[in-house]
């Protein structure tokens, strides 16, 4: 059974402090890792892709993948109030299977 | 209209009623999902049709039935659900390459469900 594992907070944070989401990941020959953002009551929007070990930065959003420990993170630096959100861990595995996503970890950001 | 649309965005049903969910996506995608999000639960894949083919089909039960007629349109087909069935009905759409595992996806706002 693959499964992909999140904290699920909630994770509390003070306005422009950095916070710091997790996801760990059973399959090993997962190669597409991705962060969603879910607003309460709305439906998940793609934020962040990575797809080799290392960092990949977007404007205040940070991506970190490490392969040889299945583990994939989410910096956000500067937080802000309406990051506050549920955030969505997801996989994908080798050719021909669709995402699969962790329980998500929700983080509120307190002005 | 742009993006991938659901309808209706609010269903309530009796277990014997039928109904149907219907996305409709304006990407130019060639895959399309239903996934189904529950409270407390991750998002759970239901179906994939890739170019139109059905290519995966998660152990869902036979009173949810998928119709996938174009690469546009994608339909969940319900009848004689349960009280657990009720949930928020997410349909994605992506760009299914051949070898590529890069299966970015974009949702709709979701169907959310109430079968009493």
């Known amino acids: 059974q693959k499964e992909v594992e999140q904290n699920s907070g909630p994770l509390s944070v003070p306005e422009g402090a950095i916070a710091s989401l997790n996801c760990t990941y059973s399959?090993?020959?997962?190669?597409?890792f991705f962060w969603y953002r879910q607003y309460s009551g709305k439906s998940p929007e793609l934020i962040m892709s990575?797809?080799?070990?290392g960092d990949k930065e977007d404007g205040r959003f940070t991506a970190q993948l490490n392969k040889a420990s299945q583990y994939v993170s989410l910096l956000i630096r500067d937080s802000q109030p309406s990051d506050s959100a549920t955030y969505l861990c997801?996989?994908?595995?080798?050719?021909?299977?669709?995402?699969?996503f962790g329980k998500g970890t929700t983080l509120s950001v307190s002005s | 209209e742009t993006g991938v649309t659901q309808t209706p965005r609010h269903l309530v049903m009796g277990m014997t009623n039928k109904k149907s969910l219907k996305c409709e996506q304006h990407?130019?995608?060639?895959?399309m999902y239903w996934y189904k999000q529950s409270a407390k639960k991750p998002l759970e894949l239901m179906f994939v049709?890739?170019?139109?083919?059905?290519?995966e089909n998660n152990s869902v039960p036979s009173r949810f039935s998928p119709e996938c007629p174009n690469s546009s349109h994608l339909f969940l087909h319900l009848h004689t659900l349960q009280p657990e069935d009720s949930a928020l009905y997410l349909c994605?759409?992506?760009?299914?390459?051949?070898?590529?595992?890069?299966?970015?996806?974009?949702f709709g706002e979701g169907s959310r469900l109430t079968v009493l």
């Open positions: 994605a759409s992506s760009q299914a390459s051949g070898g590529t595992t890069r299966r970015e996806l974009f």
């Open positions: 399959d090993r020959v997962s190669q597409s």
């Open positions: 990575i797809y080799s070990n």
């Open positions: 997801a996989v994908t595995g080798q050719a021909g299977t669709a995402l699969i």
């Open positions: 990407l130019g995608h060639n895959a």
């Open positions: 049709y890739s170019l139109e083919e059905r290519v």
